[in-house]
């Protein structure tokens, strides 16, 4: 099975800041990445598929990036309503997550 | 609106089965692949296993292999998760999702339902 590794594992930020979470796959995936945001206590919701495309409704803000091994996601000016646990997915596999807390 | 509700979990000792349930409506659900996906306690994310649109094709991940049987009824808009033979390492909220599949090869999972908790222990 392919791998997908996230980091930082945590990460420290404050609004407006601009916040980078890479995924790497352990081989090529093409361009078969999603992101997800979870918040305590709620369902993980999709927020990129296809690597780079930006599901409905999702603020502008959020945005993905790569191909093969190495993905980003960006949120270009971090809001409140963004401090929350981020995961990575590849067919069956997530990354470990991703976890955004205020600085 | 496109919806999934769970139901169905609780509270089981070890060795005991437990079969969850989930509601959808607002697509048509006999036209995707449906998954399961657990978190444990603290823990990430796990997919669990998916079901064909029809019922033809089943995977499971290892650990759950021969305990869990994903099952789906199209006429009730329903997926089920009939688990045997549970462990404390079952426990976990389990998530029903719908499967985007793409032919070329990729899947993601939007949406999910809002999870059901399944505790395992004596």
């Known amino acids: 099975d392919i791998q997908m590794t996230q980091s930082p594992s945590t990460l420290s930020a404050s609004v407006g800041d601009r916040v980078t979470i890479t995924c790497r796959a352990s081989?090529?995936?093409?361009?078969?990445l999603a992101w997800y945001q979870q918040k305590p206590g709620k369902a993980p919701k999709l927020l990129i598929y296809?690597?780079?495309s930006l599901e409905s409704g999702v603020p502008s803000r959020f945005s993905g990036s790569g191909s093969g091994t190495e993905f980003t996601l960006t949120i270009s000016s971090l809001q409140p309503d963004d401090f929350a646990t981020y995961y990575c997915?590849?067919?069956?596999?997530f990354g470990q997550g991703t976890k955004v807390e205020i600085k | 609106e496109v919806q999934l509700v769970e139901s169905g979990g609780g509270l089981v000792q070890p060795g005991g089965s437990l079969r969850l349930s989930c509601a959808a409506s607002?697509?048509?659900?006999?036209?995707?692949?449906m998954s399961w996906v657990r978190q444990a306690p603290g823990k990430g994310l796990e997919w669990v296993a998916n079901?064909?649109?029809?019922?033809?094709?089943?995977y499971y991940v290892d650990s759950v292999k021969g305990r869990f049987t994903i099952s789906r009824d199209n006429a009730k808009n329903s997926l089920y998760l009939q688990m045997n033979s549970l462990r404390a390492e079952d426990t976990a909220v389990y998530y029903c999702?719908?499967?985007?599949?793409?032919?070329?090869?990729?899947?993601?999972?939007?949406?999910w339902g809002q999870g059901t908790l399944v505790t395992v222990s004596s």
């Open positions: 999702a719908r499967a985007v599949v793409v032919v070329a090869g990729g899947n993601w999972f939007d949406p």
């Open positions: 607002g697509f048509t659900f006999s036209s995707y692949w």
């Open positions: 079901i064909k649109q029809d019922g033809s094709e089943k």
């Open positions: 081989q090529s995936i093409s361009s078969w």
């Open positions: 296809k690597a780079s």
């Open positions: 997915q590849q067919s069956r596999t």
